[in-house]
């Protein structure tokens, strides 16, 4: 034992391996030299040879200087909370290139003066929804609720009904998030059923607002009614409509999910809603309204410390003014289209000896709205034991597993990304045989 440790190289010599100075190319040198340390450690230990370790330290480094890792998602879900949610298009992935070095982000560049921040963003949502007097954009869908109830409530009250008050996921709930802020809520009508008179009777000269949350997670169904914009709005106080979803326009396909427009058109003085849902750009937090108000928001302390990136602004922008974003396309995919692609791809894994059938894999929207809504599509059903190795291969390939089987939706598949699932999936079988 002595007598191998003093055999262990020094971290300098296996620093100098040329595996490790290749590493050098892509990551810096704590972390390597963190690799080696363990790798010594290792062979200290006894548990591998002192002329492992370089080896050792070049196995344990990352592949890349990001420990995130890009995932194929074939479980049918378009939007994926725990994948990312929305998957940006290729404009918005150009674009955030565009915006990762120094940028006009706050600077006129004719003039060589500062500039608005984030200009042509905010141009971009007034021009994709005209319906809207100003536009603000923050850090995500809650911070806009957040900065709007503040701004135009703080220190008073709002009304909401019992209907509304949601938890957005990950034991988030909005009425706790916002009360933080000094608002009083008040709380109005029942669980299932509230009316614009429930509102009336609460109101009083403390009320600032009446906030209406759209319920983007979840459905009632029987004995049920709410308050519309329009009712909302004879009650003569502001109408903060927090749509989360984020469908800009009416979508025939989501009947049942509100869209800005819509909701301004109604007289929303103020509508919010996310930028990484139904929209499918980036996380973000929309505004929409009202120029006074929108404007209270804007000049409101809270709104720095909810601002975006330049990454975020030009991520979004693209995501307007680009090709549709895969969120939208994954959304509005044909059915029988889908079904061909399956054929084919299970065709492709039968030739190489793989259990495989085309089966319907009915995809959802997910955490980005139209709770209950099917999207007919199909999929690829294969042994449920390939699960975990397509998860953790490379490509990551994550499927879903229904009745006993792993099924691949390709739904939010790219078709570029068939053959490579095809690959993926005969490694997988490769791995783990019978
Ligand atoms: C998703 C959602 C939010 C939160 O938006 P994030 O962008 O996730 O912060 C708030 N309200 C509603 C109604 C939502 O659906």
């Given at each position: 034992?002595?007598?191998?440790?003093?055999?262990?190289?020094?971290?300098d010599?296996?620093l100098?391996?040329?595996?490790?100075v290749?590493?050098?190319?892509?990551?810096?040198?704590?972390?390597i030299?963190?690799?080696?340390l363990?790798?010594?450690?290792?062979?200290?230990a006894?548990?591998i040879g002192?002329?492992?370790?370089a080896?050792?330290?070049?196995?344990?480094?990352?592949p890349?200087?990001?420990?995130?890792?890009?995932?194929i998602n074939?479980?049918?879900?378009?939007?994926?909370?725990?994948?990312?949610?929305?998957?940006?298009s290729?404009?918005?992935?150009?674009a955030?290139?565009?915006?990762?070095?120094?940028?006009?982000?706050?600077?006129?560049?004719?003039?060589?003066?500062?500039?608005?921040?984030?200009?042509?963003?905010?141009d971009?949502l007034?021009a994709?929804?005209?319906?809207?007097?100003?536009?603000?954009v923050v850090?995500?869908?809650?911070?806009?609720?957040?900065?709007?109830?503040t701004?135009?409530?703080?220190?008073?009250?709002?009304?909401?009904?019992r209907?509304?008050?949601?938890?957005i996921?990950?034991?988030?709930?909005l009425p706790?998030?916002?009360?933080?802020t000094?608002?009083?809520?008040?709380?109005?009508?029942?669980?299932?059923?509230?009316?614009?008179?429930d509102?009336?009777?609460?109101?009083?000269?403390?009320?600032?607002?009446?906030?209406?949350?759209?319920?983007?997670?979840?459905?009632?169904?029987?004995?049920?009614?709410?308050?519309?914009?329009?009712?909302?709005?004879?009650?003569g106080?502001?109408v903060?409509?927090?749509?989360?979803?984020?469908l800009?326009?009416?979508d025939?396909?989501?009947?049942?999910?509100?869209?800005?427009?819509?909701a301004?058109?109604?007289?929303?003085?103020?509508?919010t809603?996310?930028?990484?849902?139904?929209?499918?750009?980036?996380?973000?937090?929309?505004?929409?309204?009202?120029?006074?108000?929108?404007?209270s928001?804007?000049?409101h302390?809270?709104?720095r410390?909810?601002?975006?990136d330049k990454?975020?602004l030009?991520?979004?922008?693209?995501?307007l003014r680009g090709?549709?974003?895969?969120?939208?396309v994954?959304?509005?995919?044909?059915?029988?289209?889908l079904?061909?692609?399956?054929g084919?791809?299970?065709?492709?894994?039968?030739?190489?000896?793989i259990?495989?059938?085309?089966?319907?894999?009915?995809?959802?929207?997910?955490g980005?709205?139209?709770?209950?809504?099917d999207?007919?599509?199909?999929g690829?059903a294969?042994?449920?034991?390939?699960?975990?190795?397509?998860?953790?291969?490379?490509?990551?390939?994550?499927?879903r597993?229904?009745?006993?089987?792993l099924v691949?939706?390709?739904?939010?598949?790219?078709?570029?990304d068939?053959?490579?699932?095809?690959?993926?999936?005969?490694?997988?079988?490769?791995?783990c045989?019978g």
């Amino acid at each position: 034992m002595e007598d191998a440790r003093r055999h262990i190289p020094g971290t300098d010599t296996v620093l100098g391996h040329p595996r490790l100075v290749a590493a050098g190319q892509r990551l810096n040198r704590t972390t390597i030299k963190a690799a080696v340390l363990a790798a010594q450690e290792r062979a200290r230990a006894g548990e591998i040879g002192p002329e492992a370790v370089a080896d050792a330290a070049a196995d344990a480094l990352p592949p890349a200087a990001t420990s995130l890792r890009p995932v194929i998602n074939a479980t049918g879900v378009v939007l994926h909370t725990n994948l990312g949610r929305a998957a940006l298009s290729a404009a918005a992935r150009e674009a955030l290139l565009t915006a990762s070095g120094y940028a006009d982000v706050e600077f006129d560049l004719a003039s060589g003066r500062r500039a608005r921040r984030g200009r042509g963003t905010l141009d971009a949502l007034r021009a994709v929804v005209p319906a809207a007097e100003a536009t603000l954009v923050v850090n995500n869908g809650a911070a806009a609720v957040l900065l709007a109830v503040t701004a135009i409530a703080a220190g008073r009250e709002v009304l909401v009904s019992r209907g509304e008050l949601v938890e957005i996921g990950d034991g988030f709930r909005l009425p706790e998030l916002l009360t933080t802020t000094g608002v009083r809520f008040r709380e109005v009508g029942t669980t299932n059923r509230t009316r614009v008179g429930d509102y009336a009777s609460a109101a009083g000269p403390d009320t600032a607002a009446v906030l209406k949350v759209h319920p983007s997670n979840f459905r009632v169904s029987g004995f049920t009614s709410a308050a519309s914009i329009p009712e909302l709005v004879t009650l003569g106080l502001p109408v903060i409509a927090d749509l989360g979803s984020g469908l800009l326009h009416p979508d025939p396909l989501l009947p049942d999910e509100p869209d800005v427009t819509g909701a301004l058109r109604a007289g929303a003085a103020v509508v919010t809603a996310s930028g990484d849902k139904l929209l499918g750009g980036p996380q973000a937090g929309l505004v929409f309204g009202r120029t006074d108000l929108v404007e209270s928001l804007r000049r409101h302390p809270l709104a720095r410390a909810l601002r975006v990136d330049k990454l975020t602004l030009a991520a979004l922008e693209a995501t307007l003014r680009g090709l549709d974003p895969p969120t939208r396309v994954a959304l509005h995919l044909d059915p029988a289209q889908l079904r061909e692609r399956a054929g084919e791809l299970a065709g492709r894994l039968r030739d190489a000896g793989i259990d495989a059938r085309v089966v319907d894999s009915a995809g959802v929207v997910g955490g980005g709205g139209a709770p209950g809504l099917d999207l007919p599509g199909a999929g690829v059903a294969l042994p449920v034991r390939y699960a975990a190795p397509l998860r953790t291969g490379r490509p990551s390939v994550v499927g879903r597993v229904d009745r006993g089987r792993l099924v691949l939706d390709l739904r939010c598949v790219s078709p570029a990304d068939d053959p490579v699932v095809a690959a993926a999936v005969r490694a997988a079988a490769a791995g783990c045989p019978g």
